[in-house]
Antibody, heavy 117, light 110 residues
Framework: QVQLVESGGGLVKPGGSLRLSCEAS????????MSWIRQAPGKGLEYISD????????YYADSVQGRFTISRDNAKKSLSLQMNSLRAEDTAVYYC??????????WGQGTLVTVSS | QSALTQPASVSGSPGQSITISCTGT?????????VSWYQHHPGKAPKVMIF???KRPSGVSDRFSGSKSGNAASLTISGLQAEDEADYYC??????????FGGGTKVTVL
């Protein structure tokens, strides 16, 4: 059974930084394409970033390009998202997810990030 | 990066069929057979219902089906049941290298 467990969410001031982590189990993590997806309060789902199994290919949505950095450690079966220069509009539940054929196959339960002064 | 276009809400009575549309462009929905659909009950993780336009993951009811024509994709739910009441999102690969979601559709079972 695939489990993705996010951590690291919380309250941060505008302009601040936060690092999210995702621990994976029940899957061949080193073979998995991974992604971060978020949902702002009362809004829809939004793709943030994805990373290939070897970290060779990394992509970002325009809304976070230059501020967020995705990374992975296959030995630890973990995915990270470093978020800098945070804005109020980054307030959302952040989901860790696996991708297969450009579809989200497995989702974590999400971690809430609140950007507010 | 603009989202795919979905109706805000769709409703139907138990047993009826409903269809949710998802309109994009030739850079996403129309250009690739990489459209997926997700069911999202508030407070829970979303669940993939359809991938690659028409394929159902193991365990998903055959009451759910997907299709595509040009720049528009659709999700049809047949034999509507109370448990189908949820938010539904379409998603597509968008050239050259990202994913894009629709704005979401709230399905209400009357």
């Amino acid at each position: 059974q695939v489990q993705l467990v996010e951590s690291g969410g919380g309250l941060v001031k505008p302009g601040g930084s936060l690092r999210l982590s995702c621990e994976a189990s029940g899957l061949s993590f080193s073979d998995s394409y991974m992604s971060w997806i978020r949902q702002a309060p009362g809004k829809g789902l939004e793709y943030i970033s994805d990373i290939s199994s070897t970290s060779r290919s990394i992509y970002y949505a325009d809304s976070v390009q230059g501020r967020f950095t995705i990374s992975r450690d296959n030995a630890k079966k973990s995915l990270s998202l470093q978020m800098n220069s945070l804005r109020a509009e980054d307030t959302a539940v952040y989901y860790c997810a696996t991708l297969h054929s450009s579809a989200v196959e497995h989702w974590g339960q999400g971690t809430l990030v609140t950007v507010s002064s | 990066q603009s989202a795919l276009t979905q109706p805000a809400s769709v409703s139907g009575s138990p047993g009826q069929s409903i269809t949710i549309s998802c309109t994009g462009t030739s850079s996403d929905v129309g250009g690739h057979n990489l459209v997926s659909w997700y069911q999202h009950h508030p407070g829970k993780a979303p669940k993939v219902m359809i991938f690659e336009v028409t394929k159902r993951p193991s365990g998903v009811s055959d009451r759910f089906s997907g299709s595509k024509s040009g720049n528009a994709a659709s999700l049809t739910i047949s034999g509507l049941q109370a448990e189908d009441e949820a938010d539904y999102y379409c998603c597509s690969f968008r050239s050259p290298n990202i994913l894009v979601f629709g704005g979401g559709t709230k399905v209400t079972v009357l």
